[in-house]
């Protein structure tokens, strides 16, 4: 560990600037050490997202396909999404399980709160594990998102052969794994 100098690095300047509704820059101007020359840092602000791990009372995992422009293609996730401000994300667990699967949360776990990305992201993922109620039968998932139930060793087949990447998801898949929630045992860990 290395042996900072107290009160050392110093932020000298921080200046955001807005991109978009989604996003900022934020620059920042880090003193290391008393006397060297600052240097620059950015850094992307955007609002706290979460992932849900779910499982149906059937034992299957809802998992959604949408496009990724950032990628030009086709992805599997995990049901996600930004949490709105104002609101709290176990609230927003709920909402974004409900609207992108049609699944209602009948136990929401938390599975943690960390960092995307320490280098560039300066928001929060929360990760949680529901237990859900059986599937509205009127609901229709969000515009753009296809619905899929996976058993864990399917799941661990989309992401083998690149077609669930967000690995993002797939710690929060280890998460509920951690916390026993799910048995990654089943996911064929180690094939």
Not at 97 to 109: C, D, K, Y
Request: aromatic content about 8%; charged content about 20%; hydrophobic content about 45%.
């Amino acid at each position: 560990m290395t042996d900072w100098p107290k009160n050392w690095p110093k932020i000298k300047s921080r200046r955001t600037i807005a991109i978009s509704p989604w996003m900022d820059v934020i620059e920042r101007e880090v003193e290391f050490t008393a006397g060297a020359a600052p240097e620059l840092y950015h850094a992307v602000g955007q609002a706290d997202y979460i992932a849900i791990v779910a499982l149906t009372p059937d034992g299957v995992i809802p998992i959604v396909r949408q496009y990724r422009p950032t990628l030009e293609r086709f992805t599997w996730e995990l049901p996600a999404g930004l949490v709105d401000k104002g609101e709290n994300a176990a609230d927003t667990c709920r909402r974004e399980l409900m609207e992108e699967t049609g699944f209602p949360a009948l136990a929401v776990h938390s599975l943690g709160t960390f960092s995307p990305c320490t280098a560039r992201l300066s928001n929060q993922m929360h990760s949680f594990f529901v237990e859900c109620g059986p599937r509205t039968p009127e609901a229709a998932p969000e515009a753009g998102i296809e619905v899929s139930l996976v058993t864990p060793a399917e799941l661990a087949g989309l992401i083998r052969a690149g077609e669930f990447t967000l690995q993002l998801h797939i710690g929060a898949l280890m998460l509920a794994g951690m916390r026993g929630y799910l048995d990654l045992a089943a996911f064929g860990a180690g094939k």
